[in-house]
């Protein structure tokens, strides 16, 4: 039997896995660093390292930054370098001992070291700003919108700095979502100018320093920027919703890149969910992928569910899939 990293290696070099990569199973999070981001509580809010106030609504999935005249950090991109100002990263040594006590428990030969940043270059625009002024401002501001990102990847480098430093990590888990289910919020050639050159020089960065997987978030249709992920130096791409199209692009760049998904958190992990949704959704995903560069699991930007039991039943039915199809 393949040891969970070997089996995760077999299905991304089109190999001969044993069995279905259990969702997040290769990937132990490392997320008691003195730098990884802050969230607000459910039912709260915070105001982050930024100054960006978020919050976390009750009911709802997950938390958003609040963006009325009164909370929008950026109001005027022009001005952007009056307001924006990067928190400071610079932690002393005895405040990533838990960090580094987690490292050290990780049996390496089993799972990846994974550091966890989010949120990223994208998101970080429209926190800043809101969503609707940051489309715009690609159109209307481009030139300052190029400033305030190439801020944002030095900032980035010197955080991947202080977990290569302290961590030593051999895998990064990256959010940052670009798109709806229907599409992405910008078009290729948008996304080609402003954030291909910007994930390079991180991601690279990363791969340049000992990293070895590159994992990106991003719950959405994003199929149209798959070539701009291998590029910039993505393995696997996880989130992928249905509505991409998963086996296409499995057949058009299986070898490539590796997608994680085809089964959307809102079909599965609502609250009348049952094991028998749960069973229906992760065969549909499994029979229609395959073995080969791809990784079942909901969209999910983290090894949880929104709602009790979703995310163990998940694994359940990836085991039951295993049994049926190796």
């Known amino acids: 039997m393949l040891t969970i990293k070997q089996n995760l290696k077999e299905v991304m070099t089109g190999g001969n896995p044993d069995r279905f990569v259990k969702q997040y199973e290769p990937f132990t999070m490392i997320m008691n660093t003195p730098i990884t981001r802050l969230k607000p509580p459910i039912g709260g809010e915070i105001v982050n390292e930024w100054g960006i106030t978020v919050r976390w609504p009750e009911g709802q999935l997950g938390a958003f930054p609040v963006h009325d005249e009164e909370h929008k950090l950026v109001k005027d991109i022009t001005k952007w370098r009056e ?12 405040a990533w001992k838990p960090a580094q006590e987690a490292v ?3 049996d390496k030969n089993e799972k990846y070291a994974t550091v966890f940043v989010a949120p990223g270059i994208f998101e970080h625009l ?6 609707e002024d940051a489309l715009m401002n690609f159109y209307e501001e481009p030139e300052y919108m190029k400033e305030i990102i190439d801020f944002l990847v030095d900032w980035e480098i010197k955080l991947a700095d202080e977990f290569i430093k302290h961590l030593k990590p051999d895998a990064l888990f990256h959010h940052d979502d670009w798109g709806s289910q229907l599409n992405s919020f910008i ?7 402003f954030l291909l050159p910007a994930y390079k020089k991180i991601y690279g960065h990363y791969k340049a320093n000992g990293v070895e997987l590159i994992v990106h978030h991003s719950d959405s249709y994003a199929a149209n920027l798959v070539p701009f992920m291998i590029e910039m130096g993505i393995d696997i791409w996880q989130g992928v919703m249905s509505t991409n199209d998963t086996p296409e692009l499995i057949k058009q ?3 490539q890149i590796t997608f994680m998904g085809d089964v959307d958190s809102g079909v599965i992990d609502f609250p009348g ?3 028998e949704i ?9 029979r229609n992928c395959g073995k080969l560069y791809f990784i079942p699991g909901a969209s999910q930007g983290l090894a949880i569910s929104s709602f009790p039991g979703v995310y163990e039943a998940t694994d359940a039915a990836i085991d039951r899939m295993t049994e049926e199809m190796f």
């Open 126 to 131: 429209h926190y800043f700003m809101g969503m």
């Open 83 to 94: 307001v924006v100002k990067a928190p400071d990263i610079i932690k002393p040594d005895e």
């Open 187 to 193: 078009s290729p050639a948008t996304f080609e100018e």
């Open 104 to 106: 050290a428990a990780i």
């Open 253 to 255: 760049y299986g070898g």
């Open 278 to 286: 749960v069973q229906k959704e992760i065969e549909r995903a499994c």
């Open 273 to 275: 969910w049952t094991e």
